[in-house]
């Protein structure tokens, strides 16, 4: 479902005109801003802050627009706002000017993937952290953003997530009428984090929480955007059989979590087979050969580290081993089970061991990469097959 654009609120006109006057109201934003104008708006009036906290550090996700970061520097003066963004670029700063006023508003900013990078950001080191309209895009694991939301938070401090309701009355009428209930769902060009890969419904974030340990401070649901189409029959026909709170159904979730010293809990059931930390690891692999070299055996070491969950064992039906794919240079997969590595012995979550292999050379002289991983057997491989923890070229000459 596409958002029609919303007709300009009387309050935002203002606003709007603050935005433009700082150079961030472009023609091409202006839009998207008049459709989520009220959204920003019940965000903002979501924060607050415990008295003695005068100059709070926000962190805010996704903020690269600046377009919500003016708003809450108005809304909060005296706080310090850092943004992470997804961008291609190094730690810098952004920043807006109006010439008018003299204004300048300056944040550091700090690119990382928030579903699988370590944010680079000290422990307990803010007051707030918001994502707004980010959850839905995430491929891979949303609880390694509440997980290291909870980490750079203050005991106290707020993580305020915003994000479309698929239980919202809108999206269950549409399914109903074979139409797509989430908002935002087609294939798009930027990406694979430019579509809406998955949307949740109220419960399912408030069960994100209840994993990282965070206290339920607010889980609400409002209609922020204009309506799409009017739901009274379905509300009138189905709305005695449908389970939950009618303030539950409306079109975007607010929920503000606060952090406690809680430790996490088990992975949501409801949205994971198993919990994805369980198969990470670190390898690093030296080649004893030159990386050109006659047909043959390769001698090398491969140094692993369990950083995942479970105890790599050697034997029975679902031990753990290392093994080397072969590729391409420009990573077209040969084999993928190319050859297999056996453990020295049983290695704990944290352990590290080094490994010494020799692994026959391909058959045909070339250039090629050995790319290696863990593999828990009968189970998965660690890595998607796509990404590997590390790779080495090889030319193998002819004999």
Request: contains cysteine.
């Amino acid at each position: 479902m596409l958002d029609p654009v919303a007709p300009v609120p009387d309050d935002a006109t203002a606003v709007m005109q603050r935005l433009t006057a700082f150079g961030l109201l472009t023609e091409d934003a202006r839009p998207y801003f008049q459709t989520h104008f009220e959204r920003y708006q019940t965000t903002l009036n979501l924060i607050n802050f415990p008295e003695g906290i005068p100059n709070p550090r926000i962190l805010e996700l996704g903020g690269g627009t600046l377009l919500f970061t003016l708003l809450l520097k108005d809304r909060f003066p005296g706080a310090e706002i850092v943004i992470g963004t997804f961008d291609d670029e190094e730690t810098t700063e952004r920043c807006a000017h109006n010439p008018q006023t003299g204004e300048t508003l300056a944040c550091q900013a700090h690119c990382f993937n928030i579903e699988q990078d370590e944010w680079p950001l000290p422990d307990a080191s803010f007051d707030l952290v918001i994502s707004m309209e980010m959850l839905e895009h995430l491929l891979l694991d949303p609880c390694h953003v509440f997980r290291e939301a909870k980490r750079i938070l203050r005991t106290g401090g707020r993580f305020l997530v915003t994000t479309p309701n698929i239980a919202c009355y809108e999206s269950v009428k549409s399914l109903l009428n074979l139409e797509t209930p989430y908002r935002f769902g087609i294939y798009s060009q930027f990406g694979p984090y430019g579509r809406h890969n998955r949307e949740y419904t109220p419960i399912e974030v408030a069960e994100l929480g209840e994993y990282a340990g965070f206290d339920e401070d607010v889980l609400v649901t409002h209609d922020v955007y204009p309506i799409s189409q009017d739901t009274s029959d379905l509300r009138a026909n189905f709305g005695a059989h449908l389970r939950g709170p009618d303030e539950l159904r409306h079109q975007n979730i607010f929920y503000v979590g606060r952090k406690t010293d809680r430790p996490f809990g088990p992975y949501p059931s409801s949205l994971y087979t198993e919990d994805p930390h369980l198969h990470r690891a670190r390898i690093a692999v030296t080649l004893h050969d030159e990386t050109s070299l006659a047909l043959g055996d390769i001698h090398g070491e491969a140094l692993v580290t369990n950083l995942g969950g479970y105890t790599w064992t050697t034997a029975g039906e679902g031990y753990t081993r290392l093994r080397i794919a072969l590729a391409a240079l420009n990573g077209t997969l040969i084999k993928r089970d190319f050859h297999g590595i056996r453990l020295p012995g049983p290695i704990e979550p944290g352990q590290q061991a080094s490994i010494p292999f020799v692994v026959a050379a391909p058959r045909q002289a070339g250039d090629y990469q050995f790319c290696f991983d863990m593999v828990h057997e009968n189970v998965c491989w660690f890595s998607d097959g796509r990404t590997w923890p590390q790779s080495i070229a090889v030319r193998v000459n002819p004999a």
